[in-house]
């Protein structure tokens, strides 16, 4: 068999498995319109300076629009023997343009090409995500605007704690995915450098001009080092990274969902259109969107790890491990989006248990700090010593199988005498949330300034 790339050199074609395992024509396919980019911006800058003739630089051009239509139509004949899309388009281009095409490739490498593919479409990707964060966030300020003031147990180790604002937990979510589109607009900062024209590794004595194709593609300059811009897939991992990042945030949510959507809790119900029934309970409504959220989440993380592993050993500079950085980061931007999607309808449409939510914020003496802060306030208490004396009292009420505010004064005054009735006022769980008015804390008013801050920020 004749080689089909490589005929100069070889006498004879690939075996069956070698074109199996070196073929990413299967996965790379996914870069059709990146590559075709990048091509075009390359034959363009050839062109104006006159490395290639203005009319092969027009035939190029065109052709690859050709080749680009194909594909998009769905009609393109992908190719194994010709290996990845770099080739399989080349391929097609000189199939409809003829001999022009065969000067596309002048002072460009693959490993240039495929560098600057996956950077480009990385770059969607962030910028996808960044989007999807922020229908998220509009979501859970949504949730936040309507919930401002009901209350809700705010919990440490998923005990009760102290009383919380419905609206201030869901602005909690709202803040830590602030933080997650940020580390993508970072990572996308670092690396919007161009590495075409670095070609295979060393750079080219043909006249090129990187700016020109950098600007042209959307970058901020070119990379400085032609080794470090066809080596390093850092950019892949920063993207990895964020997404870890923000996916974890999906998946504390959703664990939360899950809980919240119990029968023992009843603090939300999902929607209909995000919830499953069961195929023999028929009382059942699962929340298998936040389930599935919960668990594409290690997919994400397994990314991450996989391509740190894959790019750990590799010397200088392009080695053919680093094919194997596509799939994985194609499947865990999938997930990231997918999550991200469906964690926005869930939150959109589910609706908070006001009753439910208030009754259990009452419960589990969850006022006992306001009723310590009041002794410290009132009769002057050290702190430590109120803690001593409201822990008998929750003592009390917990042998008595009672909450807080359903002891009489009588029982107060037994534990410490000076206890006057004015404390009722501070066991209550509404006016617990109120007076948490320190900057960044529950109070109802807080979230609202929270609230329009936020509206302010992504509007
Ligand atoms: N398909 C290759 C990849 O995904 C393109 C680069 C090939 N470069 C090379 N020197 N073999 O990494």
Redesign the pocket.
């Known amino acids: 068999a004749s080689n089909a790339m490589w005929g100069g050199r070889f006498a004879d074609g690939p075996d069956a498995i070698m074109e199996a395992i070196n073929a990413?024509i299967g996965f790379?396919q996914r870069f059709a319109r990146q590559d075709i980019e990048g091509s075009r911006a390359h034959a363009a800058m050839l062109g104006a300076q006159g490395v290639i003739t203005a009319s092969d630089m027009e035939a190029i051009r065109e052709g690859l629009l050709t080749v680009l239509s194909e594909i998009e139509g769905g009609t393109f004949q992908f190719s194994t023997a010709l290996?990845?899309i770099?080739m399989n388009v080349e391929a097609r281009l000189s199939e409809i343009i003829g001999e022009p095409a065969g000067r596309l490739h002048t002072g460009r490498s693959?490993?240039d090409q495929?560098a600057l593919d996956f950077r480009l479409w990385v770059r969607d990707q962030m910028d996808a995500a960044i989007e999807g964060i922020a229908a998220l966030q509009n979501a859970l300020l949504a949730q936040a605007e309507a919930g401002a003031d009901w209350v809700m147990p705010g919990f440490t180790h998923l005990q009760t704690a102290q009383p919380v604002t419905w609206g201030h937990h869901m602005l909690a979510y709202v803040e830590m995915l602030g933080r997650d589109a940020s580390r993508f607009t970072d990572a996308r900062a670092r690396m919007n450098e161009s590495p075409l024209g670095a070609a295979a590794l060393a750079g080219t004595s043909f006249d090129i001009d990187r700016d020109m194709t950098a600007t042209a593609l959307g970058f901020d300059r070119p990379a400085a080092n032609s080794l470090d811009a066809v080596s390093d897939r850092d950019f892949v991992l920063d993207f990895l990274n964020a997404a870890s990042i923000c996916a974890m945030h999906l998946s504390r949510l959703s664990e939360e969902l899950v809980i919240w959507s119990s029968a023992q809790f009843r603090f939300v119900t999902l929607s209909d259109r995000f919830s499953t029934g069961s195929s023999i309970m028929p009382q059942k409504k699962n929340p298998d969107a936040a389930e599935l959220i919960r668990a594409k989440v290690g997919r994400i993380f397994g990314a991450n790890t996989a391509l740190m592993m894959v790019m750990k050993g590799l010397p200088m500079t392009?080695s053919?491990d680093?094919?194997e950085d596509?799939e994985m980061t194609f499947d865990a931007a999938d997930s990231l989006m997918l999550a991200l999607a469906a964690m926005t309808g869930m939150v959109a449409d589910m609706s908070a248990n006001r009753p439910a939510l208030e009754q259990a914020a009452a419960s589990g003496f969850s006022t006992a700090t306001d009723l310590a802060d009041w002794l410290v306030r009132t009769l002057d208490m050290p702190f430590r010593e109120a803690h001593h004396v409201t822990g008998a009292l929750v003592k009390l009420a917990e042998d008595k199988g009672c909450d807080l505010p359903d002891l009489s004064l009588a029982d107060m005054t037994g534990v410490h005498p000076k206890i006057t009735r004015d404390v009722f006022d501070v066991l209550g769980v509404y006016n617990s949330v109120a007076s948490r008015t320190s900057y960044g804390g529950t109070a109802p008013d807080n979230v609202r300034a929270q609230v329009a801050r936020w509206k302010e920020r992504l509007a």
């Open positions: 990413s790379d290996e990845d770099h693959r490993n495929v392009y053919k680093m094919q596509k």
